[in-house]
């Protein structure tokens, strides 16, 4: 029902910044909530921040400060300014959508981008 298309993805150095996008299409109008998750290899899928409603935001301990999620409601695309990018922050990042549909609640998950951050 909805597609997630990630970019800006790649390789940084600790401190440095990195900009990421995700544009959503199918059906968009649906979509209450946007938010960012990331996995690195063998560990668990953790959600890094969320922007709901266009408005309401909330992060993940370990990047707030660092982090800044915001939204295109009109185009219906979802960014994540990274900024002070440690070595713990390398994982791939996935773009996620919330929508409800008839009073029940879907998420979709897009393909994901890699981010490494190394010297």
């Known amino acids: 029902q909805v597609q997630l298309v990630e970019s800006g993805g790649g390789l940084v150095q600790p401190g440095g910044s990195l900009r990421l996008s995700c544009a959503a299409s199918?059906?968009?109008?649906?979509?209450?909530?946007m938010g960012w998750g990331r996995q690195a290899p063998g560990e668990q899928r953790e959600l890094v921040a969320i922007?709901?409603?266009?408005?309401?935001?909330n992060y993940a301990d370990s990047v707030k400060g660092r982090f800044t999620i915001s939204r295109d409601n009109a185009e219906n695309t979802v960014y994540l300014q990274m900024n002070s990018l440690k070595p713990e922050d390398t994982a791939v990042y996935y773009c996620?959508?919330?929508?409800?549909?008839?009073?029940?609640?879907?998420?979709?998950w897009g393909q994901g981008t890699q981010v490494t951050v190394s010297s």
């Open positions: 199918g059906s968009i109008f649906s979509i209450y909530a």
């Open positions: 996620y959508v919330k929508l409800r549909v008839v009073g029940v609640d879907h998420t979709y």
């Open positions: 922007i709901a409603n266009g408005i309401s935001t």
